[in-house]
């Protein structure tokens, strides 16, 4: 599985299961709309800070963006570099809006 839907997601969050979000998206774009408790690793910049992504032991790793597109190539990226349960969100923050929390801009 390389996505996870954003219902998922919500549920994974609701039930207190260790994930780690990742935004790989530009910080104009984490400053107008963004998850709780993520880290911003901007993806042309992922390759380089590999080590910057810390996730608490036996937390499911979850990329996103604005739309799925840059999450899906983040998640390769953590998968060839061991972290083998990364994941993408499924259609980014911008479904997560529409479907989980409209309190979350849409841009």
Do not use: N
């Not at 790989?24 to 390759?47: C, N, S, T």
């Not at 349960?85 to 259609?91: E, I, N, Q, R, T």
């Amino acid at each position: 599985m390389m996505e996870i839907r954003p219902e998922q997601l919500a549920e994974k969050l609701r039930r207190g299961e260790p994930v780690w979000l990742l935004d790989v998206r530009q910080e104009w774009e984490h400053q107008l709309a963004r998850l709780p408790d993520q880290a911003l690793i901007p993806l042309h910049e992922l390759q380089q800070r590999l080590d910057e992504v810390q996730p608490p032991a036996g937390a499911l790793v979850v990329t996103y963006c604005h739309h799925g597109v840059r999450s899906l190539s983040a998640a390769a990226i953590l998968r060839q570099a061991g972290f083998g349960d990364a994941v993408s969100l499924a259609g980014g923050i911008d479904l997560w809006s529409r479907m989980i929390d409209p309190s979350v801009a849409q841009y």
